[in-house]
């Protein structure tokens, strides 16, 4: 049974649900009976308005394992601020553990958790018998909506008291309907929702038993700040890349690169070696003006070196982060996607998805909304160091840099880190950056026990050259149950023209290396260094 049990549930969870009359121990209830139930905001470990359930109704699917589904909204302190709406999901036949889902972009979407962890392999967690649960993180609006953040308290649920509120109510509905709680909980996210599943862990860590975290936006605040320098230098007069010139890029650098791990297969797996042998000059148009799609002007050049460079904040953000690292514009990112496929040369105000340079949409709303906090405020001409003060505040609601994880650790938490080479949305070598953090605090040994970081050559930010699958829930859950520590796992590729084909998921710093026969098979491969 989790510590935070007898604290927390012990005595305030048996007066949250509706209808105690008493403190002893509730008869575990049908699924229909939690309809309006209510948890009160003293059985919530963050100041609430307290959490009423909508609707909870039976689910049963054909073949599929039946579950309770429970939808609601936790009320907030604040009249006028938004609610946090969330479903937990209860199977029938439980195998006693949870797994809580993270959200995407700037959220405003009902988390459901009836989906599969993205990028995973085989039964959905429900259909394994887990608990799932998620929310809409306290506001609704499009991936790239940050107009909640004018609002104080929608601003901090976004920045992580969302994830508390919800996991406790999550705990009080689980307590009702089987009259104990999970022995095991995990935490499954990616990009926000891995940047939230690193927030659960530093700030609730005795919440959670582990962890899996795929290509998370762990330094939202520093993300966004290079984002930005990111589109000053695309739309910088003469730097917009056309799809052709995306497409020259990506032959060059394959051209270059492809081969260096021993096998021409479409993947920059020796990013090093890459970094090492491709020249960006040597594709220079003569005289450095713009001269067709056979080479690069000096603009373009210049932009594309800005984005192979780290961007420099000038001041510390939460933890002491100052900047953010540089993109994998010259190994063989995916990059038609968040450029927008040259669509817009000329950017929109504000920014508009699938229009304008992708890392301009991501960043644009933050600029405007969380730092200036005027909906009118240009972000291409917006000055960073005239808001400091204000973006430093953020990073300390919203960020989760800390390396901290002792208190996980003690805890017996185990982590799954996982980042593609080919993600241009969020750049790998930003989370090589927090993993080399967390290597400083601990020390290698004593970190390996607990996390462990994976790299994986051409996965995207979903799809890419390998767009891989893998079982990250199944291998956290041995490594934390039957103490199995994660050995030769592999990752497979779903893209149509590659299916089937598989690669070892190498540890942070080795990479796969081509020893044959069969380039499709992940056995014709070795991690190395």
Not at 99 to 112: I, N, S
Not at 297 to 317: C, E, M, P, V, W
Not at 467 to 482: A, I, K, N, R, Y
Request: glycine share 10%; charged share 20%; aromatic share 10%.
């Amino acid at each position: 049974m989790k510590r935070f049990a007898m604290a927390l549930w012990g005595a305030a969870a048996l007066w949250a649900l509706a209808g105690c009359a008493t403190g002893a121990a509730s008869a575990p209830k049908d699924c229909e009976a939690l309809a309006g139930m209510t948890v009160v905001a003293g059985a919530l470990g963050l100041p609430s308005g307290g959490a009423q359930v909508a609707s909870a109704s039976v689910v049963a699917s054909g073949a599929a394992p039946a579950y309770c589904r429970v939808v609601g909204a936790i009320k907030p302190v604040h009249a006028g601020s938004p609610d946090i709406n969330f479903q937990v999901n209860l199977p029938n036949a439980w195998n006693d553990k949870a797994v809580h889902y993270g959200g995407g972009g700037y959220d405003g979407t009902l988390v459901t958790g009836e989906a599969n962890i993205r990028f995973a392999s085989g039964a959905t967690p429900l259909a394994l018998g887990y608990v799932t649960f998620g929310s809409d993180s306290g506001h609704r609006g499009a991936v790239a909506d940050g107009s909640f953040a004018l609002d104080a308290e929608a601003l901090r649920n976004f920045g992580g008291d969302q994830l508390k509120k919800t996991h406790d109510v999550a705990m009080a509905l689980i307590q009702a309907r089987y009259a104990r709680l999970p022995r095991r909980t995990y935490f499954a996210g990616n990009s926000q929702g891995g940047h939230e599943a690193l927030v659960a862990i530093q700030r609730w860590p005795a919440d959670y038993d582990g962890a899996t975290v795929t290509h998370p936006v762990y330094d939202f605040v520093a993300l966004q700040l290079a984002g930005n320098r990111a589109a000053r230098a695309m739309y910088a007069p003469g730097a917009w890349l056309s799809p052709a010139k995306l497409a020259l890029l990506d032959a060059k650098v394959r051209e270059v690169c492809d081969a260096l791990d021993g096998v021409v297969d479409g993947l920059v797996s020796n990013v090093a070696g890459c970094d090492r042998a491709f020249d960006i000059d040597a594709y220079r148009c003569a005289g450095g003006t713009d001269t067709g799609d056979s080479c690069f002007s000096d603009a373009q050049i210049a932009a594309l070196k800005t984005l192979n460079t780290r961007t420099r904040l000038g001041f510390a953000l939460q933890d002491g982060v100052d900047g953010f690292a540089r993109w994998p514009i010259f190994e063989g990112a995916a990059l038609a996607g968040l450029f927008a496929g040259g669509k817009s040369a000329q950017p929109h105000r504000p920014a508009q998805a699938f229009e304008d340079f992708g890392l301009y949409v991501l960043a644009d709303p933050a600029m405007r909304f969380f730092f200036a906090q005027d909906p009118d405020a240009d972000s291409l001409t917006l000055d960073p160091a005239r808001y400091r003060e204000r973006i430093v505040e953020v990073s300390n609601l919203v960020d989760a840099n800390r390396v901290s994880l002792d208190a996980f650790e003690a805890h017996g938490g185990k982590l799954l880190l996982m980042h593609g080479t080919s993600d241009f949305a969020v750049s790998v070598h930003n989370t090589t950056d927090y993993y080399e953090r967390l290597v400083a605090h601990f020390g290698q040994a004593r970190l390996d026990r607990f996390a462990q970081y994976y790299v994986v050559p051409g996965f995207a930010h979903g799809g890419g050259p390998f767009d891989m699958t893998w079982d990250p829930l199944g291998t956290l859950d041995g490594w934390v149950d039957q103490g199995r520590v994660p050995e030769h796992l592999v990752a497979t590729d779903i893209n149509p023209a590659t299916q089937g084909r598989s690669r070892p998921m190498c540890r942070y710093p080795s990479w796969p290396k081509y020893v044959g026969p069969d380039a499709s098979r992940a056995a014709s491969f070795v991690c190395s260094r």
